[in-house]
């Protein structure tokens, strides 16, 4: 019924800006909550930043001050502008979508993207 798909992952030089762009769709009625996170190899999946319907967002220290997060809730819909790229950024990157009401019914849910590979070469 839902499903998240991220896109604008690839190849960047370090130093370089990437963005990327998560749709969610489906039925869903609203979506409290969209986040970002990535696993990198021999790493566990680290959350990055999540943005709220108030608009609030929250960042992991990794990544603040070069890592922005939007959402077009009219879309549902959840980007991440990456700016000044490093290769310990290179990783896989999900998408989440957090307290889903769907049309169904009552009940929350959470959905996940299948990610999308970001490299960052040295």
């Known amino acids: 019924q839902v499903q998240l798909v991220e896109s604008g992952g690839g190849l960047v030089q370090a130093g370089g800006a990437l963005r990327l762009s998560c749709a969610a769709s489906?039925?869903?009625?609203?979506?409290?909550?969209m986040a970002w996170y990535r696993q990198g190899p021999g790493w566990q999946r680290e959350l990055l930043a999540t943005?709220?319907?108030?608009?609030?967002?929250n960042y992991a220290d990794s990544v603040k001050g070069r890592f922005t997060i939007s959402r077009d809730g009219a879309q549902n819909t959840v980007s991440l502008l990456m700016n000044s790229l490093k290769p310990e950024d290179t990783a896989v990157y999900y998408c989440?979508?957090?307290?889903?009401?769907?049309?169904?019914?009552?009940?929350?849910?959470?959905?996940w993207g299948q990610g999308t590979q970001v490299t960052v070469s040295s």
């Open positions: 943005i709220s319907t108030s608009g609030s967002t």
């Open positions: 489906g039925s869903i009625k609203s979506i409290n909550k």
């Open positions: 989440n979508a957090d307290g889903v009401v769907l049309t169904s019914g009552p009940g929350q849910y959470r959905f």
